[in-house]
């Protein structure tokens, strides 16, 4: 059997359980030589600095130090970085990269929960649930049976602003259901689109034309309040916006004000600022349902995290490429 390569956990020690749970731990271990009592969070900490400089693989995750060219200068047998989370930008630097460093993210699995998140979220607004349940509980007593007009899941149109891991899996998602969704995205050309199976939009028409709008893109200096008070403007009146991305992709004084009109709803996973103060009328808005940022993987769904790294780790030590591997390029991109 030939040597497992050495690995190294660099994470918040308390969340390791968490995405390595006794199962997904031991097959891990199969691929790794790795030691489960040895977290780093700082690599000069006494213990870690000598198993870094073995270490060919770090298995990392939320609370990893950044990994710059010192961290690097003393891992040199490095290489690869298995990110147990999503996003790699609090802790990759262009130094990776350079060194010949193969660099994965567990984004593909923490896609699954945002968009399930999603779907469940389009399918409640369209039967009207988050206002119904607010007049049962206002009133307290049942309307009585009959056909309820403008709610309805036939035929409603969702737009999804962004062609990510999460977008691309929420459109996947819809496929079963009857509705017509389309996308918006600088990144992807008619083909790509066709080959996802949704017409491409400009954002302008997107909005224009959706009952839902849902945001899937990445918070970079161009995207900053992408949804601002002229594209809320554009979205027909009863519309619902849905975020489960980045607070910031939108302007929330523009949308605060929008929401007082009564024109349009909002399901809001994430805000800016994250939390909310206290006194943000988005709490008592009665058209705007917050949730507390639970979209991402959270509970049992953390373990897919987990064994998303396992497999990668098997690639590893197969001599095989990553399946979720990242290039620079793409960071820019991504959340």
């Known amino acids: 059997m030939p040597e497992r390569p050495q690995a190294l956990f660099a994470m918040t020690p308390e969340n390791l359980p968490l995405v390595f749970p006794p199962q997904v731990l031991a097959r891990l271990r199969e691929s790794v030589d790795i030691d489960p009592a040895l977290v780093a969070q700082d690599f000069s900490a006494p213990g870690v600095a000598d198993v870094l400089a073995r270490a060919e693989i770090l298995v990392t995750g939320w609370g990893c130090p950044r990994l710059d060219a010192a961290v690097l200068d003393a891992a040199p047998k490095l290489r690869a970085v298995l990110h147990s989370a999503g996003s790699v930008k609090g802790l990759a630097t262009p130094e990776l990269w350079r060194r010949g460093i193969a660099v994965s993210s567990a984004a593909v699995a923490n896609a699954v929960p945002v968009a399930e998140y999603t779907l469940a979220m389009i399918l409640l607004a369209g039967k009207g649930v988050f206002d119904a349940r607010d007049r049962l509980r206002t009133e307290r007593a049942f309307p009585g049976w009959g056909l ?13 602003i962004g062609a990510s891991r999460i977008g691309r899996k929420v459109i996947e998602l819809l496929r079963p259901f009857d509705l017509v969704p389309t996308l918006t995205d600088p990144y992807v050309d008619e083909a790509g689109a066709a080959a996802l199976g949704v017409p491409l939009l400009p954002l302008d028409d997107l909005l224009r034309t959706s009952d839902v709008v849902t945001v899937h ?6 995207t900053r309040h992408l949804i601002g008070p002229r594209e809320l403007s554009l979205m027909p009146d009863g519309a619902v916006l849905i975020n489960t991305a980045r607070g910031g992709l939108l302007d929330h004084d523009a949308l605060i004000a929008e929401l007082r009109t009564g024109r349009l709803s909002a399901i809001l996973d994430v805000t800016d600022p994250e939390p909310l103060p206290a006194e943000s009328p988005l709490y008592d808005l009665p058209n705007a349902f917050i949730t507390p940022h ?18 990668e780790a098997e690639r590893v030590g197969a001599g095989q490429a990553l399946a979720h591997g990242i290039a620079p390029s793409e960071l820019e991109r991504m959340a």
């Open 148 to 160: 309820v007009p403008g709610i309805g899941n036939h035929g409603r149109r969702v737009g999804v």
């Open 294 to 311: 639970l979209a991402g993987s959270q509970g049992n769904e953390v373990a897919r995290l987990g064994l998303a790294v396992v497999a």
């Open 217 to 222: 893109a990445p918070e970079t200096p161009e």
